[in-house]
Antibody, heavy 128, light 108 residues
Framework: VQLVESGGGLVQPGRSLRLSCAGS????????MHWVRQAPGKGLEWIAG????????GYAASVKDRFTISRDNAKNSLYLQMDSLRVEDTALYYC??????????????????????WGQGTTVTVSS | SYELTQPPSVSVSPGQTATISCSAD??????TSWYQQRPGQSPLVVIF???QRPSGIPERFSGSNSGNTATLTISGTQAMDEADYYC???????????FGGGTTLTVL
């Protein structure tokens, strides 16, 4: 069971970046997924979640209207489109799996129990 | 917004019991999880649903949650337990996952 993030890098303020997260070793489409970031020397900050079929999506206030989470279950992949980037978005970005397998029409939430699988993270640096 | 409050640091002697608190109004009404993050590593869930241990997590890790406070307890603390610990809960009113600010556990 593994998650591997990619797409990070150095970008100027106001520009865009797209992160990807590839899942393997489990049925990707059966779980809610999340993006969590950690600024240098700081704590964990949840920024976005998406349920199994993309029917429910949520964002933290700090990224709402600038970031877009999406997924492609056929490709076992999670994405984060980051627009209008700010210096304060500089962080290590993790993707994480929601622990509960929940993939019926009644599974409208993206969070149930805990975040049980994490990737190694990809670093985003926003600087001029 | 929903905020989880943790002490910035806790110190413990090897073999002793470490307790890390996490506070918020009526936190006991929702499940809390705890994550361990060693330097340079990704977070690892050590407790979920207040007191459940994932497979592979040592029995010395335990949790409780009542009233306004959730607690992570590490019995017989070992040097390898030195890490940052984060509590986490679900804020149903905003549909947000919320993390506490983190507690650095030092094993002296």
């Amino acid at each position: 069971v593994q998650l591997v993030e990619s797409g990070g890098g150095l970008v100027q303020p106001g520009r865009s970046l797209r992160l990807s997260c590839a899942g393997s070793g489990f049925t990707f489409g059966h779980h809610g997924m999340h993006w969590v970031r950690q600024a240098p020397g700081k704590g964990l900050e949840w920024i976005a979640g998406i349920n199994w079929n993309s029917g429910t999506i949520g964002y933290a206030a700090s990224v709402k209207d600038r970031f877009t989470i999406s997924r492609d279950n056929a490709k076992n992949s999670l994405y984060l489109q980051m627009d209008s980037l700010r210096v304060e978005d500089t962080a290590l970005y993790y993707c994480a799996r929601d622990s509960l397998q929940c993939y019926s029409p009644s599974c409208y939430r993206y969070y149930y129990d805990s975040l049980d699988v994490w990737g190694q993270g990809t670093t985003v640096t926003v600087s001029s | 917004s929903y905020e989880l409050t943790q002490p910035p640091s806790v110190s413990v002697s090897p073999g002793q019991t470490a307790t890390i608190s996490c506070s918020a109004d009526n936190l006991g009404d929702t499940f809390t999880s705890w994550y361990q993050q060693r330097p340079g590593q990704s977070p690892l869930v050590v407790i979920f649903k207040d007191n459940q241990r994932p497979s592979g997590i040592p029995e010395r890790f335990s949790g409780s949650n009542s009233g306004n406070t959730a607690t992570l307890t590490i019995s017989g603390t070992q040097a390898m337990d030195e890490a940052d610990y984060y509590c986490q809960a679900w804020d149903s009113s905003s549909a947000h996952v919320v993390f506490g600010g983190g507690t650095t556990l030092t094993v002296l």
